[in-house]
């Protein structure tokens, strides 16, 4: 990737980790609906050849439609000040925000879907070799540090129940 980090264009946004901000529905109220959905239409014809994430950036790029261009790169990446992009595609050059880099965002995000996804699957094959005494135990260990997990284990609890 061979985007430079000089200028870019900076959104306000809460800081943090990049993970913290890329949501869909953020996403597309930062940059509107038209571009959001242009961006959607470029990420599903796969036009989006590579994403690499690193602490609080993402880099991409993204095959343009236009033949005999080169590929258009894309970096999005936290400042103290909120979310900032580049693009080399014209709309980027601009200084706006455009579809490349919804495009790379949605893989990105798309791809730690599936990941968790995969690790989710992991863990249950793992936890089948827990014994239920120590799976409880762990719980409610847990559980006591988690108002959230407490919660949810009590509304199983309910179901169960019914």
């Not at 980790?17 to 930062?30: D, F, K, P, V, Y």
């Not at 470029?42 to 950036?57: K, M």
């Not at 880099?59 to 343009?64: D, E, M, N, S």
């Not at 992991?122 to 540090?145: C, K, P, Q, Y």
């Amino acid at each position: 990737m061979t985007t430079g980090r000089g200028r870019g264009v900076v959104i306000g946004v809460p800081v943090g980790s990049i993970a913290n901000i890329l949501h869909r529905a953020t996403l597309a109220l930062i940059v509107g609906n038209r571009t959001f959905e242009r961006g959607e239409k470029c990420f599903a014809s796969g036009r989006v050849l590579g994403v690499e994430s690193g602490p609080g950036e993402l880099c991409g790029v993204v095959r343009p439609q236009e033949p005999g261009r080169l590929p258009y790169e894309v970096r999005l990446w936290v400042r103290d000040d909120g979310l900032a992009y580049q693009c080399t595609c014209p709309v980027g050059e601009a200084r706006q925000f455009c579809k490349h880099a919804v495009a790379v965002a949605l893989a990105h995000l798309e791809r730690e879907h599936h990941r968790g996804e995969r690790e989710l699957a992991r863990l249950r094959v793992e936890l089948m070799n827990v014994s239920i005494a120590a799976l409880l135990d762990g719980l409610v260990e847990h559980a006591r540090l988690d108002d959230d997990l407490l919660e949810a284990l009590k509304r199983i609890c309910e179901r169960a129940k019914r």
